[in-house]
C-alpha cells in the first residue's frame, strides 16, 4: 500500500524558516513534488525533483528561498523553506508518480494528506 506521510509544517513568522518532509512508502517514485492550496484555490505547484535529485524545478515566487531535494535510502523528499513570507501560508501537499508535465496536479498518483504552514507578518 502507497502512503505519503508529511511532516514538520507548523506557525512561524516573516522570514522564519520550515522544513517540510514527506515519507513515502510501499514504492520507490521517478519524480515527488510539492503542492500548495490555499482555501478557494486550486492546488498549485511549488518544486519538483526527480529520482536521481539532478533535476530540480520551482515555481517563481519561491525560487532562491526553498530548496527541494530527496533522500533515496528514506525514500524521503524535504522542502526547505527560507525568507518566509505571510503570502506562503497555504496547506502543503507532497505528491508523487511519474508527471509528463511535474507542474500540474492531476499528473501526479498520489498525495499526502497535507501540512499547515502559516507565516505571520
Known amino acids: 500500500q502507497v502512503q505519503l506521510v508529511e511532516s514538520g509544517g507548523g506557525l512561524v513568522q516573516a522570514g522564519g524558516s520550515l522544513r517540510l518532509s514527506c515519507a513515502a512508502s510501499?514504492?520507490?517514485?521517478?519524480?515527488m513534488g510539492w503542492f500548495r492550496q490555499v482555501p478557494g484555490k486550486e492546488r498549485a505547484f511549488v518544486a519538483y525533483?526527480?529520482?536521481?535529485?539532478?533535476?530540480?524545478y520551482y515555481t517563481d515566487s519561491v525560487k532562491g528561498r526553498f530548496t527541494i531535494s530527496r533522500s533515496i535510502a528514506k525514500n524521503t523528499v524535504y522542502l526547505q523553506m527560507n525568507s518566509l513570507k505571510p503570502e506562503d501560508t497555504a496547506t502543503y501537499y507532497c505528491a508523487a508518480g511519474h508527471p509528463a508535465v511535474f507542474s500540474i496536479s492531476r499528473e501526479y498518483s498520489y498525495w499526502g494528506q497535507g501540512t499547515q504552514v502559516t507565516v505571520s507578518s
Open positions: 510501499g514504492r520507490t517514485f521517478s519524480a
Open positions: 525533483i526527480d529520482y536521481a535529485g539532478s533535476s530540480t
